[in-house]
């Protein structure tokens, strides 16, 4: 959710120092660009897990205070709401066993964490949204206690001056809700990849990130169930986009963009996306730090475009563009946002090796994808991935609309393989972690698709619905545990 922000009041005064100060950031950035003053030696990756707290029955356990207390681990931190963690993972080379560092370290710290978490009755659980909440977990007294989400959570609704409408339209069930707080947000919990790259490549990336989405998702879905309801195979990304809408109906009546955003164009440059935020999307959060990035920049030092960085933050692009200093020196990342969590930390691994050999092998074709695909069919695979998971259906240049397992299968996945080995990583984790990935194709079965064959399956022996959801929410913590990945997981 960005930086810590402390409870307070917004003048107009406030919101117009605000938009003078950003747009000074955002010709800052420029110069920057223009004199080529980043910093890219290595590709690094890193990555960023958000977990859900649960109690031995398997509903939320409203208890993150208390569980980072025993922790004690600055990688984790508190989010949203008072049931949800994340861990941090620093950034590394993917080179040599680097994929294997990172599931080593991502075992071990969770492991750890777990075993302080079960001292007080919660465990942890990494899942796109959790089957068990119900109307009551997700209200104002259900966000965390950090002051900046309780000034995010009232400048959402200001601006937007009405209730959340929340209205997902699934295949066989539908719900529709309203919120009176941007709490639903915290049913959310997702996966985060980032990549280092140069300014030079950082359009190439972003844009061959949009084509890999909708796929990204297809294979990871894992949230087939919100409130009850069964309705997207990875409700998820519809849930987001409307518990953080400041739009009321008139002005999405008049098109204007919403803050979780797909985006509109291919890119030819990072300086786009930053120059669009400014455009598009007025400030949540006006909040003008003492530097002046002129003055910093003059004197040879890096600025830290606070207000850049700030605004960037609230605008939840699925694929968003960092701006971040590091030991003083400027850096660009792409920030990939498109899958949920879980189902098992190889499932996580998989995932990410699958999005970084993908992406490296799309973004240096001679001829790019995205220049025989328009930027719109990119969005509808992405929503139709969401709505159907791995039974989509999607278009791709030169195979017309295939299923999105068999586009993967043909296609994608020789070319994350490809990817791989320009990274140099080890044949061995290569072929493990895709070999995830090809037994999700294969079988057909990914986080969403065990879920609801869990829940229709304790139906079909009269168990009703919310009982089958608590269920199967215990059979999944208990399967998570085990790291075997989720094609394998016995079939109900």
Known sequence: MGKDVGS???????????????????????????????????????????????????????????VLE????????????????????????????????????????????????????????????????RP????????????RYALLDEQMLLARGEDLHIDIRGEHETLETWADSIAPE????????????????????????????????????????????????ETRIALFTQATDTRPVEMQAQGVRPRVWFGERWITSVFDLFEENLRYFPALLPVV????????????????????????????????????????RPHLRVENRVLPAGPTVVDVLANGAFYFGALRALAHEDRPIWSRMSFGAAEENFTSAAQRGLEATVYWPGMGRVPASELVLRHLLPLAHEGLRAWGVDHEIRERLLGVIEGRCTSGQNGARWQVDTVHALERRGVERWEALRRMTLEYVARGHTNEPVHLWDKP
């Open 186 to 233: 915290a049913a959310c919990t997702s996966v985060q990849f980032h990549m280092q790259v140069s300014p030079e490549e950082f359009a190439a990336s972003w844009n061959a990130a949009q084509c890999l989405a909708a796929a990204q998702v297809a294979l990871g879905a894992n949230s087939p169930y919100f409130l009850g309801k069964e309705l997207w195979r």
């Open 8 to 66: 307070r009041t917004f003048s107009r005064e406030d919101r117009q120092r605000y938009r003078d100060k950003v747009h000074r950031c955002l010709d800052v950035f420029a110069e920057m660009l223009h004199r080529e003053l980043f910093e890219f030696d290595l590709p690094l990756t890193g990555m960023e897990v958000e977990l859900n707290l649960v109690d031995r029955d398997g509903a939320p356990a409203m208890r993150n205070a208390e």
């Open 289 to 328: 730090e003492e530097e002046d990035p002129v003055a910093e920049l003059a004197a040879g030092r890096t600025p830290s475009l606070a207000e850049l960085r700030l605004h960037n933050g609230t605008v939840w692009r699925w694929n968003r563009p960092v701006y971040d200093v590091v030991r003083g």
């Open 136 to 147: 009551e977990h997700l209200t104002h007294e259900t966000i965390s206690g950090n002051p």
């Open 70 to 133: 025993r922790i004690d681990n600055p990688a984790f931190v508190p989010e949203l709401g008072r049931f949800n963690l994340e861990i941090n993972i620093p950034p590394q080379l993917l080179t040599g066993d680097g994929a294997a560092r990172y599931e080593r370290q991502v075992r071990d710290q969770l492991n750890t964490a777990e075993e302080k978490a079960q001292t007080d009755g919660a465990g942890m659980v990494m899942i796109g949204i959790l089957p068990t909440l």
